[in-house]
C-alpha cells in the first residue's frame, strides 16, 4: 500500500518537473527566435507565431463581443454559442485570478457567471419535454438526522416537510420531471450519463455549479443557487420558487 502512494506522489513530482522543463524550453526557443532574428526560419517562425496568437485574440474578441450583445439585446445570434463558450472557458480561470489581485471575493464572481451562464440558457428557448428535464440536487438539502436513502432512490424521502427534499420531490412529481439527489461531482456526471436529459435544472453552492456548469456543454443548464443559514454543505435550503421558474422555463409553461 505504502509503495501504491509512493507512485502516486511520484507521478505528480515527474509531472510538475516536465512541465516546469517544457515552459523553460519553450523561453529558450522564444529567446533563440527573437536573437536570431536575421534567420528565415526565424522570421517564418515567429510570424506564424504572430498570425496564430492575432487570430485567437480575435476569436476570443468576438466571442466576448456576442457575449456582450446576447445579454444586452437579449437575443442570441444563430452560431455564435461556440465563440461565446471559448471565450469564457478562455477567459474565466483568469478573470478569477484577476478578480482574487482585486480583493473580489470568488464567491461573487462565481455567482456573477452562473447568472450569465442561465441568462444564455434562456435565450436559446429550448423547448423540452418533462421526462426530458433533470432536477439535480445536492445530498447536503437533506436533513442530517434523516435516516432515509435518498441517494439511492429519491422515491425513498418520506416528505416529512423537515428538508427541502421532500417539497422538491413533490414538484417533480407534478411537474413529470426527474430528480436525482447527488453527493458530489461524480455522482453528478454518473446521473447524467444514466439519464441522457436534455436540460438540467442544477442546485448547489457557486463552486459546484460553475465546475459542474463548464463540464456540461452539450445540455443547457439552469443554476440555483443553494442557501446555507448553517454553513456549507449542512442542512442546506433552496428556493422552491426559483426552480419551478427553471423548469417552468424549459417546459415553456411561464412562471411560477
Ligand atoms: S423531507 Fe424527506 S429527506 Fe427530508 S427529512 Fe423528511 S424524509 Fe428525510
Redesign the pocket.
Known amino acids: 500500500m505504502k509503495k501504491m502512494y509512493e507512485t502516486r506522489k511520484r507521478l505528480f513530482i515527474i509531472l510538475m518537473a516536465f512541465s516546469l522543463l517544457t515552459l523553460v524550453l519553450i523561453f529558450l526557443f522564444a529567446w533563440w527566435l527573437v536573437s536570431k532574428q536575421y534567420l528565415i526560419i526565424n522570421q517564418i517562425i515567429l510570424t506564424l507565431a504572430l498570425v496564430f496568437f492575432i487570430l485567437l485574440f480575435i476569436f476570443i474578441a468576438v466571442g466576448l463581443f456576442f457575449l456582450v450583445y446576447s445579454l444586452w439585446s437579449l437575443n442570441i445570434i444563430k452560431g455564435s454559442n461556440i465563440f461565446i463558450k471559448n471565450a469564457i472557458d478562455f477567459l474565466f480561470p483568469m478573470a478569477l485570478k484577476l478578480g482574487k489581485l482585486l480583493g473580489i471575493n470568488d464567491e461573487k464572481i462565481k455567482n456573477s457567471y452562473i447568472q450569465v451562464s442561465n441568462q444564455l440558457v434562456r435565450l436559446q428557448q429550448p423547448q423540452i419535454s418533462p421526462d426530458k428535464i433533470l432536477v439535480l440536487a445536492p445530498h447536503c438539502l ?2 442530517v438526522q ?1 435516516p ?1 436513502k ?1 441517494t439511492v432512490n429519491v422515491n425513498n ?7 427541502p ?2 417539497d422538491l420531490l413533490t414538484l417533480c412529481r407534478e411537474k413529470g420531471t426527474q430528480l436525482v439527489v447527488a453527493t458530489g461531482g461524480t455522482f453528478a456526471r454518473k446521473f447524467i450519463k444514466e439519464k441522457n436529459p436534455e436540460a438540467i435544472v442544477a442546485i448547489a453552492c457557486e463552486r459546484d455549479l460553475t465546475s459542474g456548469i463548464q463540464d456540461v456543454d452539450k445540455v443547457p443548464v439552469i443554476g440555483v443557487v443553494n442557501e446555507r443559514p448553517e454553513g456549507p454543505c449542512f442542512n442546506t435550503k433552496v428556493n422552491l420558487c426559483q426552480v419551478e421558474r427553471s423548469i417552468n422555463f424549459f417546459l415553456k409553461g411561464g412562471d411560477c
Open positions: 437533506q436533513r434523516c432515509h435518498i424521502c418520506r416528505c416529512c416537510g423537515q428538508c427534499i421532500g
